[in-house]
């Protein structure tokens, strides 16, 4: 287990919330997925997009 995922173990409250599980970090490569429920949703059934900024805001600071 990379340093990364070990330090996300104890992930904020807003991270837990987010659905964001990441299965892979290193130098070259942030992989992972998202458990979306419908509390990630609009009221018009559509995933949110903050959902999915966050997933990838994420991502991409860890990778950077």
Known sequence: MSDVLRDLSNESGFMRAAGLHLTDVSGSRVTGWIDLHSEHHT???????GALATAVETA?????
């Open 43 to 49: 009221p018009w059934g559509v995933v949110h997009g």
């Open 60 to 64: 991409a600071s860890i990778g950077a």
